[in-house]
């Protein structure tokens, strides 16, 4: 059974940071696509980072030079490093994981950032 675990997020001060933490099992990440997202109140679920097999990786242009997506294969782990945050990244922080034709989701993580 796939299980994707997020953690990292919380309360933090406008143009702070924040690293999110997305922990696998029942999956090797090394040979998976993997992908951050978020979702702000009242609003539909957005695409930030995706980090391919091969390491390549592609973001959401907004979020290009702030946000930095990375995966650790030895702890099965993929992180979201948010820098220069801003109240407007409130939300709630997905990770995803595709494998073949299934899409696994996590609980999410809350990030809240004060103005």
């Known amino acids: 059974q796939v299980q994707l675990v997020e953690s990292g997020g919380g309360l933090v001060q406008s143009g702070g940071s924040l690293r999110l933490s997305c922990t696998v099992s029942g999956s090797i990440i090394s040979n998976k696509p993997l992908a951050w997202y978020r979702q702000a109140p009242g609003q539909e679920r957005e695409f930030l980072a995706h980090?391919?097999?091969?390491?390549?990786?592609r973001y959401a242009e907004s979020m290009r030079g702030r946000f930095t997506i990375s995966r650790d294969t030895a702890k099965n782990t993929v992180y979201l490093q948010m820098n220069n945050l801003k109240p407007e990244d409130t939300a709630v922080y997905y990770c995803?994981?595709?494998?073949?034709?299934?899409?696994?989701w996590g609980q999410g993580t809350r990030v809240t950032v004060s103005s």
């Open positions: 980090i391919a097999r091969d390491g390549n990786r």
């Open positions: 995803q994981l595709i494998d073949l034709a299934d899409i696994y």
